[in-house]
């Protein structure tokens, strides 16, 4: 009985929460996370159930919807979000007072959450040598966050990078060196 009863529960803690939440309303991811500028979207889905379901965004500085409001009908629609400066927004879907399953019982207030984190634009910018003694290029992923100090972290970074490799190098240059030498030597 006892290994039935953590079956259980642990076969609740396994099912989705967006399930759990609302056996007609669901939405095909919580939490997102996009770049700003970029644009992701949220499927959201009623099943055997119609009406008007309300999107509202808790922080609108930090992203952008292109909906307020979508009718579903046993069907789903997506809704596109795009981030406007870093930090976090909370999205609800909730249902109105005309939103109600097929045995016509009314669902509002039933709800959906999605968490949206808006992180900074990255660019890739490639560097040829900086200190690879191979002389291949590398990549560094920059954070497009516009401030001085930014850039000039980076470039005290790239400038130990270069260093470090230069005299990585120069020290196994030297090493291979004195290996000749003495074998001259003998």
Same mark, same amino acid.
């Given at each position: 009985?006892?290994?039935?009863?953590? @079956?259980?529960?642990?076969? &609740?803690?396994?099912?989705?929460?967006?399930?759990?939440?609302?056996?007609?309303?669901?939405?095909?991811?919580? *939490?997102?996370?996009?770049?700003?500028?970029?644009?992701?979207?949220?499927?959201?889905?009623? !099943?055997?159930?119609?009406?008007?379901?309300?999107? *509202?965004?808790?922080? @609108?500085?930090?992203?952008?919807?292109?909906?307020?409001?979508? %009718? @579903?009908?046993?069907?789903?629609?997506?809704?596109?979000?795009?981030?406007?400066?870093?930090?976090?927004?909370?999205?609800?879907?909730?249902? &109105?007072?005309? %939103?109600?399953?097929?045995?016509?019982?009314?669902? *509002?207030?039933?709800?959906?959450? /999605?968490?949206?984190?808006?992180?900074?634009?990255?660019?890739?910018?490639?560097?040829?040598?900086?200190?690879?003694?191979?002389?291949?290029?590398? /990549? /560094?992923?920059?954070?497009?966050?516009?401030?001085?100090?930014?850039?000039?972290?980076?470039?005290?970074?790239?400038?130990? /990078?270069?260093?470090?490799?230069?005299?990585?190098?120069? !020290?196994?240059?030297?090493?291979?060196?004195?290996?000749?030498?003495?074998?001259?030597?003998?």
């Amino acid at each position: 009985m006892r290994k039935v009863s953590i @079956l259980v529960l642990l076969l &609740t803690l396994l099912f989705p929460l967006n399930v759990l939440a609302s056996e007609n309303l669901a939405v095909d991811k919580n *939490e997102i996370s996009i770049e700003i500028g970029k644009t992701a979207e949220i499927t959201v889905t009623a !099943k055997d159930a119609a009406g008007k379901l309300d999107i *509202e965004n808790a922080d @609108l500085n930090v992203v952008n919807l292109d909906k307020k409001t979508i %009718f @579903l009908d046993n069907s789903s629609e997506k809704i596109k979000i795009t981030g406007k400066k870093v930090g976090e927004a909370k999205i609800t879907i909730t249902a &109105t007072n005309n %939103f109600a399953n097929y045995d016509e019982k009314i669902l *509002e207030g039933d709800n959906q959450v /999605i968490i949206v984190k808006v992180i900074p634009k990255t660019t890739t910018q490639h560097h040829d040598g900086g200190g690879s003694s191979d002389g291949s290029s590398s /990549i /560094i992923s920059i954070p497009d966050t516009g401030s001085v100090a930014s850039y000039i972290s980076l470039g005290i970074g790239a400038l130990l /990078i270069g260093t470090s490799g230069y005299l990585l190098y120069n !020290k196994l240059s030297a090493t291979k060196s004195k290996k000749k030498k003495n074998k001259k030597k003998r």
